[in-house]
């Protein structure tokens, strides 16, 4: 089973559509194609760099793919109800056991409220999920001055996740417009997200960084 092969899969791809609309009935940012197909490519790139066989990087990006399944059940405990749909699907399609074990662990493990890094999937996967920062995933533009989570994503004009060659540490770079969201907004509602970043990198031998407006701030 290979990461194509899910993307490809139009019972997924129905699954994560339908998810998104109830995210964009709620209010919330895009979580749908783009965002979970730059979560499985980070991830991806965050294992290859590092060095991790293909197979361990394949497994990474479709727990990307398939990290926000959850949502078309319940934005409230969404990493573990994905984690059982994930689960479901991976088994109907024959996937090895010990490959879906690691998916569905990542996946369960993803959102900050309960996740933890248990291996190097997950916290890939976390890193991949916490660093997608960007004005494209709002959808209420209108509304940037109203609601924190909308305006600090808009002020975001660019941001990078990056490795160093030496491979001590990664760095979440941003471009942040101060005119539509402050820096200490950013703190308050993404503190909980970066503190699990840290803890992502340190579980696969890095340092995390952030960078907002070149200044270095954990």
């Known amino acids: 089973m290979t990461y194509e092969e899910i993307k490809n899969n139009e019972a997924i791809n129905t699954y994560i559509r339908c998810a998104d609309e109830s995210l964009l ?23 290859e760099t590092l060095g991790y066989d293909e197979h361990q990087v394949e497994l990474a990006k479709i727990a990307g793919y398939l990290h926000d399944l959850g949502n078309l059940v319940n ?11 994930a689960f479901r699907i991976l088994d109907k399609l024959n996937m090895p056991p010990q490959d879906i074990a690691t998916i569905v662990t990542a996946i369960g493990n993803h959102d900050e409220g309960t996740g933890v890094p248990v291996n190097a999937v997950s916290a890939a996967l976390i890193l991949a999920d916490k660093s997608d920062v960007r004005r494209s995933r709002v959808r209420n533009v209108e509304d940037t001055k109203i609601d ?10 660019k941001s990078r996740l990056k490795i160093n060659e030496e491979h001590t540490l990664i760095k979440l770079k941003l471009s942040v417009d101060t ?33 907002i407006n070149e200044q270095q701030l954990i």
Do not use: P, W
Request: net charge neutral; with cysteine.
């Open 75 to 85: 934005r409230i405990d969404h990493s573990q109800s994905g984690a059982v749909m």
């Open 148 to 157: 924190i989570h909308d305006r600090v994503n808009y002020s975001v004009i």
């Open 25 to 47: 009935a709620l209010g919330y940012t895009e979580h749908s194609f783009a965002h979970v197909t730059s979560v499985a490519e980070t991830a991806g790139y965050i294992l």
């Open 179 to 211: 005119r539509y969201g402050s820096v200490m907004d950013y703190f308050e509602i993404f503190l909980g997200r970066m503190i699990m970043c840290r803890k992502a990198a340190e579980k696969l031998g890095l340092d995390f960084k952030l960078i």
